[in-house]
């Protein structure tokens, strides 16, 4: 059973930095997918990016590419988002996600098995 828990949010100013962490457990091989979801109030939660755990191939949504980075650190089964250049409209509890079936597509929620219980981001203007 994989268990995500994650940890970094707060408060920041539009302009500021956050970088969020997921801690991963019960990872049986590098054949993960992870991933990093959102939910802003009133609105469906939504893909923000993701990373091949083995092979470290990484992917972005339109609004947060060129701003948000996605790393992982296989040694210690932690995930991170950098992310720069906030904006009010990146406020929102992220979610980190994982599968173990990586051919599936890459955006659905119902793509993935396991769900951290998220953290909270709020960018003040």
């Known amino acids: 059973q994989v268990q995500l828990v994650e940890s970094g949010g707060g408060l920041v100013q539009a302009g500021g930095s956050l970088r969020l962490s997921c801690a991963a457990s019960?990872?049986?091989?590098?054949?993960?997918?992870m991933a990093w979801f959102r939910q802003a109030p009133g609105k469906e939660r939504e893909f923000v990016s993701a990373?091949?755990?083995?092979?470290?191939?990484?992917w972005y949504a339109d609004s947060v590419k060129g701003r948000f980075t996605v790393s992982r650190d296989m040694t210690k089964n932690m995930m991170y988002l950098q992310m720069n250049s906030l904006i009010p409209e990146d406020t929102a509890v992220y979610y980190c996600?994982?599968?173990?079936?990586?051919?599936?597509?890459?955006?659905?929620?119902?793509?993935?098995?396991?769900w951290g219980q998220g953290t909270q981001v709020t960018v003040s203007t």
């Open positions: 996600a994982s599968t173990s079936r990586t051919w599936r597509s890459m955006q659905p929620q119902d793509s993935y098995d396991y």
């Open positions: 019960g990872l049986t091989s590098s054949n993960y997918r």
């Open positions: 990373i091949n755990w083995g092979a470290g191939s990484t």
